[in-house]
């Protein structure tokens, strides 16, 4: 009778012992999947759209200069260059229409050569009216000169030479109407040689991305807008 009593015991014991373990194994995989959940809604959490990335857009067309280069490369891509001059150069494109986010912003990937580094920068967006809108990237020193009639915003410090930073713009500074598109994109040196990586849309606001838990802090992008210099 004792020993029947201690068997089933044991069996009552080790039965325990098995549903704890499979509850906190269901535990432990809810909570991993949650999140992975969490981190696969923060990435899909804005739109993203690539307009370049080592190959321009469908029907478009090169204005100016274009250089392809394969060194350095950004994340393995191929940028884009015009040759190195002193003064104002550029070269750019014209391309099917292009809606943005009004609360989004423009990531642009660019490269500064520090053996020959450029005094500005500027990337000028066309819209569909003809108009062109200006960011630009300035030294120390006051290089570029805007018409009272040209819109530009000036966006700070140049970044680091020879490391690939992204370039971050509000679209709301582009100016655009409800329903306006941009149609074109045009990448400026005063001096020196810049490559040119990808241009990426998001529908997701710098606020937004930095409240992301997700995602890594990088600095301020938007900048009061600058006088045109005289």
């Known amino acids: 009778m004792l020993a029947r009593c201690v068997w089933v015991t044991f069996w009552v014991v080790l039965f325990g012992l098995g549903s704890l373990l499979l509850a906190q194994e269901g535990v432990t995989s809810q909570r991993v999947h949650e999140l992975k959940t969490t981190i696969e809604d923060t990435k899909n959490s804005g739109k993203e759209t690539i307009w370049v990335n080592g190959n321009l857009p469908v029907n478009s067309k090169m ?36 809606s943005l986010s009004n609360n989004g912003m423009i990531i642009q990937q660019v490269w500064l050569d520090p053996k020959d580094p450029p005094r500005g920068i500027m990337l000028k967006f066309k819209r569909t009216n003809g108009e062109e809108v200006g960011v630009y990237w300035e030294g120390e ?9 040209r819109e530009a915003w000036y966006y700070g410090s140049l970044p680091k030479l020879g490391k690939w930073t992204p370039l ?21 040196t005063f001096d ?25 802090p990088t600095k301020p992008a938007k900048a009061p807008k600058k006088p045109a210099p005289q």
């Open 141 to 149: 020193e006051e290089v570029f000169n805007f018409a009272e009639n």
């Open 168 to 188: 971050e713009i509000q679209t709301e500074n582009l100016g655009l109407e409800v329903g306006e598109k941009v149609v074109g994109l045009r990448f400026a």
């Open 192 to 216: 020196g040689r810049a490559l040119w990586g990808k241009t990426v849309f998001t529908e997701t606001s710098l606020a937004e991305k930095r409240n992301s838990p997700f995602q890594i």
């Open 63 to 98: 204005e100016g200069e274009w250089f392809w280069d394969t060194a350095p490369m950004e994340n393995g891509t191929r940028s884009h260059s015009h040759s190195s001059t002193k003064g104002l150069a550029s070269h750019g494109f014209t391309a099917d229409p292009v």
